[in-house]
């Protein structure tokens, strides 16, 4: 016998813990909830249910034990004693309900701490609230206009801690709530100081995701960093390893710094102390997504930890000296001074960082740890049954012998799979675009999504729009775009490109075949990587630090058709996919055009060609190329080998130290 609050307690509590997002059975449940708007999350849907939908779920005796098992799965806190791995970042994308996060930094956040949980490790994790999320994109003239609604924590599933942390920000004290978000095992703490508390100024601190100037950057900064610390101890945490993804929360080590120089140490001492507690990874290889501060700036805020340590402000300066930039506090070379090993975020990128920042006197080593995915979270779900049922749940574990079993996967069992994940795509089309389009599961389906960062030149294949139309109209074998991405709302070359691609899309040439959907985020990312036979990536070689789209698109069976940069450097094998070399060309406009050509050539003579090779697509070559792409890159794409290989690699070994 159940009752109506038996029900509805089952029901907020699988919505409250984001083990939903990787939990296919929970999501089916959800599913049979009226759907109100779209991306509501399932805890405000569970409150909106009426009376009149109660009684039909207590009269569906499956409902109830679908409610009732949801709840067993979610995973269950480990009894060990404390968390001893804190883990920093800006951004974290766990859920599109959850709009914390910009783009790949924060989704690999996000992978990894559902790895994490799924691994038992015992992290715990620590970034910002903001209220204003990050925008949501609308297309007005070909253009990204950027809407910002403010969004309530507690409507977000997420608990506030009793605990209010303060800390000094030039001439105020600056106060923060602490909210709790729960994916599965792990433990996600995000500062708030949108409080009565704090003046006007104070409370804006955690207003917007890379909002601001430079000055409200320090500020989010020494929030994160210091506050972060603070609130870890008053929760009771007593971490031995923190780990910075991304330089952001460097400020933490003015904290730490801190209590060791209350323990009598000399700055000196402290930093060598505090070194064999951070752990830095550094994401991008362009010197210019570096966060650097100037001395003016700088000054004012580091007056309090000065005297602290009883040291000149210069001497704390020098410690985020980067050689040729006198007036700079170089966030990059503070994480790399105080950081006992550091890393890239794929092979490539550790020897191009291991270059970039060997002047940097003092700095620590680099070493190489590709990023991976989180499988069940990005995985569709049709793909994931297919997969439990004729491979053994391992598969999602990294099990090699699991995944040599995509053999028996029939080849018609593959093809509808694909076909369907197609047809949501066009379906999410017809939502977001409307039905002006001509999109067909059968075609051949090349995508494109991610930031519309320059270096990423969405637009290299509009380089040869005469190229693009033939293959758009082609009659026996025709092909289809499908394009998605938001640009940062200062960077104005990223939004020129941004316009061409959009401008394209809307023109005669591209026949309602080749589409841009707004509003790039998680939820449009699935669909994307589940519905392209191709995943198209074309950045600058070496710019992109690995680059994780690529990744999810090869768990769901797509094939990648990509420059050799980041992952795909060192996975690419001559058969799971393909790649577009990189010019040498000194000038840009000639490299960007010969790459341009080369990738014309290969789509129109090899990718197309193979594709349609038996008539209809795909291809019985195409689709042992699919599993063998699942062969060689499922165990190793997974965010749960990357999370297996910091705790070896690095976080043992620090903690042991
Ligand atoms: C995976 C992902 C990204 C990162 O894509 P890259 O290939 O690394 O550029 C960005 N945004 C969303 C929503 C994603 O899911």
Same mark, same amino acid.
């Given at each position: 016998?159940?009752?109506?609050?038996?029900?509805?307690?089952?029901?907020?509590?699988?919505?409250?813990?984001?083990?939903?997002?990787?939990?296919?059975?929970?999501?089916?449940?959800?599913?049979?909830?009226?759907?109100?708007?779209?991306?509501?999350?399932?805890?405000?849907?569970?409150?909106?249910?009426?009376?009149?939908?109660?009684?039909?779920?207590?009269?569906?005796?499956?409902?109830?034990?679908?409610?009732?098992?949801?709840?067993?799965?979610?995973?269950?806190?480990?009894?060990?004693?404390?968390?001893?791995?804190?883990?920093?970042?800006?951004?974290?994308?766990?859920?599109?309900?959850?709009?914390?996060?910009?783009?790949?930094?924060?989704?690999?956040?996000?992978?990894?701490?559902?790895?994490?949980?799924?691994? $038992?490790?015992?992290?715990?994790?620590?970034?910002?609230?903001?209220?204003?999320?990050?925008?949501?994109?609308?297309?007005?003239?070909?253009?990204?206009?950027?809407?910002?609604?403010?969004?309530?924590?507690?409507?977000?599933?997420?608990?506030?801690?009793?605990?209010? #942390?303060?800390?000094?920000?030039?001439?105020?004290?600056?106060?923060?709530?602490?909210?709790?978000?729960?994916?599965?095992?792990?433990?996600?703490?995000?500062?708030?100081?949108?409080?009565?508390?704090?003046?006007?100024?104070?409370?804006?601190?955690?207003?917007?995701?890379?909002?601001?100037?430079?000055?409200?950057?320090?500020?989010?900064?020494?929030?994160?960093?210091?506050?972060?610390?603070?609130?870890?101890?008053?929760?009771?945490?007593?971490?031995?390893?923190?780990?910075?993804?991304?330089? $952001?929360?460097?400020?933490?080590?003015?904290?730490?710094?801190?209590?060791?120089?209350?323990?009598?140490?000399?700055?000196?001492?402290?930093?060598?102390?505090?070194?064999?507690?951070?752990?830095?990874?550094?994401?991008?290889?362009?010197?210019?997504?570096?966060?650097?501060?100037?001395?003016?700036?700088?000054?004012?805020?580091?007056?309090?930890?000065?005297?602290?340590?009883?040291?000149?402000?210069?001497?704390?300066?020098?410690?985020? $000296?980067?050689?040729?930039?006198?007036?700079?506090?170089?966030?990059?070379?503070?994480?790399?001074?105080?950081?006992?090993?550091?890393?890239?975020?794929?092979?490539? $990128?550790?020897?191009?960082?291991?270059?970039?920042?060997?002047?940097?006197?003092?700095?620590?080593?680099?070493?190489?740890?590709?990023?991976?995915?989180?499988?069940?979270?990005?995985?569709?779900?049709?793909?994931?049954?297919?997969?439990?049922?004729?491979?053994?749940?391992?598969?999602?574990?990294?099990?090699?012998?699991?995944?040599?079993?995509?053999?028996?996967?029939?080849?018609?069992?593959?093809?509808?799979?694909?076909?369907?994940?197609?047809?949501?795509?066009?379906?999410? #089309?017809?939502?977001?675009?409307?039905?002006?389009?001509?999109?067909?599961?059968?075609?051949?389906?090349?995508?494109?999504?991610?930031?519309?960062?320059?270096?990423?030149?969405?637009?290299?294949?509009?380089?040869? #729009?005469?190229?693009?139309?033939?293959?758009?109209?082609?009659?026996?074998?025709?092909?289809?775009?499908?394009?998605?991405?938001?640009?940062?709302?200062?960077?104005?070359?990223?939004?020129?490109?941004?316009?061409?691609?959009?401008?394209?899309?809307?023109?005669?040439?591209?026949?309602?075949?080749?589409?841009?959907?707004?509003?790039?985020?998680?939820?449009?990312?699935?669909?994307?990587?589940?519905?392209?036979?191709?995943?198209? +990536? +074309?950045?600058?070689?070496?710019?992109?630090?690995?680059?994780?789209?690529?990744?999810?698109?090869?768990?769901?069976?797509?094939?990648?058709?990509?420059?050799?940069?980041?992952?795909?450097?060192?996975?690419?094998?001559?058969?799971?996919?393909?790649?577009?070399?990189?010019?040498?060309?000194? +000038?840009?406009?000639?490299?960007?055009?010969?790459?341009?050509?080369?990738?014309?050539?290969?789509?129109?003579?090899?990718?197309?060609?193979?594709?349609?090779?038996?008539?209809?697509?795909?291809?019985?070559?195409?689709?042992?190329?699919?599993?063998? +792409?699942?062969?060689?890159?499922?165990?190793?794409?997974?965010?749960?080998?990357?999370?297996?290989?910091?705790?070896?690699?690095?976080?043992?070994?620090?903690?042991?130290?």
């Amino acid at each position: 016998m159940t009752t109506r609050s038996q029900l509805e307690s089952a029901l907020i509590a699988s919505a409250t813990n984001y083990s939903w997002t990787w939990d296919r059975k929970t999501q089916e449940l959800f599913a049979q909830l009226p759907e109100v708007t779209t991306h509501l999350h399932p805890k405000q849907r569970v409150l909106a249910l009426t009376d009149h939908d109660y009684d039909g779920y207590l009269a569906d005796d499956e409902f109830i034990a679908a409610a009732e098992a949801a709840v067993e799965r979610i995973p269950r806190p480990d009894p060990s004693p404390s968390a001893t791995i804190a883990y920093f970042s800006p951004e974290f994308g766990v859920s599109e309900t959850l709009p914390q996060y910009s783009g790949g930094l924060g989704v690999l956040a996000g992978d990894h701490l559902k790895a994490s949980s799924d691994l $038992h490790l015992p992290l715990v994790a620590v970034g910002l609230f903001y209220r204003d999320g990050f925008f949501h994109q609308a297309i007005t003239d070909n253009r990204q206009h950027e809407i910002y609604e403010r969004t309530d924590p507690r409507s977000l599933g997420l608990e506030q801690m009793p605990v209010i #942390v303060d800390l000094v920000m030039d001439d105020r004290i600056v106060k923060a709530r602490v909210w709790r978000a729960d994916v599965g095992r792990t433990k996600l703490y995000l500062l708030d100081t949108d409080l009565e508390l704090n003046d006007e100024a104070g409370k804006r601190v955690s207003d917007r995701l890379y909002g601001g100037d430079r000055e409200h950057r320090i500020r989010q900064e020494l929030l994160m960093g210091v506050g972060g610390v603070r609130a870890l101890h008053q929760l009771g945490y007593e971490p031995s390893v923190y780990h910075l993804n991304e330089g $952001h929360a460097g400020f933490l080590a003015l904290e730490l710094l801190s209590q060791e120089v209350d323990k009598g140490l000399t700055l000196d001492e402290a930093t060598r102390a505090v070194r064999d507690r951070i752990v830095f990874t550094t994401h991008t290889p362009v010197p210019a997504g570096i966060d650097r501060f100037s001395h003016d700036l700088m000054q004012r805020y580091l007056g309090v930890w000065s005297d602290r340590y009883g040291v000149s402000i210069d001497e704390l300066l020098d410690l985020a $000296h980067m050689p040729g930039e006198p007036d700079s506090f170089n966030m990059a070379a503070f994480c790399l001074r105080l950081a006992r090993t550091s890393n890239g975020v794929s092979q490539l $990128h550790g020897a191009v960082s291991r270059e970039m920042f060997s002047q940097i006197p003092g700095g620590s080593e680099i070493i190489g740890i590709t990023n991976g995915v989180h499988a069940r979270t990005w995985m569709s779900n049709d793909l994931q049954e297919e997969f439990d049922n004729t491979l053994g749940l391992d598969w999602a574990d990294g099990d090699d012998a699991a995944w040599g079993r995509v053999e028996s996967i029939p080849d018609q069992r593959l093809i509808d799979i694909r076909r369907a994940g197609k047809q949501k795509l066009i379906d999410l #089309v017809n939502e977001r675009v409307g039905p002006r389009h001509s999109l067909d599961p059968d075609i051949l389906t090349i995508g494109f999504a991610r930031r519309f960062a320059t270096y990423k030149r969405a637009d290299l294949l509009l380089r040869d #729009v005469e190229a693009v139309s033939r293959l758009l109209s082609d009659a026996d074998r025709p092909v289809q775009f499908v394009f998605a991405g938001k640009s940062h709302p200062a960077d104005e070359p990223g939004k020129e490109i941004l316009h061409r691609v959009i401008t394209f899309a809307n023109s005669e040439a591209a026949r309602g075949r080749f589409v841009f959907i707004p509003d790039y985020e998680m939820a449009v990312a699935e669909v994307m990587y589940a519905g392209c036979d191709v995943w198209l +990536n +074309n950045p600058i070689r070496p710019n992109e630090a690995c680059g994780t789209s690529g990744e999810k698109a090869a768990l769901n069976g797509g094939l990648n058709f990509s420059v050799l940069d980041g992952w795909w450097d060192e996975s690419f094998d001559g058969e799971n996919g393909w790649k577009i070399e990189s010019s040498d060309a000194e +000038n840009g406009d000639q490299r960007d055009l010969e790459e341009a050509a080369q990738l014309h050539r290969t789509l129109s003579e090899i990718i197309v060609p193979m594709y349609y090779a038996d008539g209809n697509g795909p291809s019985e070559a195409w689709l042992a190329k699919v599993r063998h +792409n699942w062969r060689t890159l499922g165990p190793f794409v997974t965010a749960r080998r990357m999370v297996a290989e910091y705790d070896r690699r690095i976080y043992r070994p620090l903690e042991n130290s």
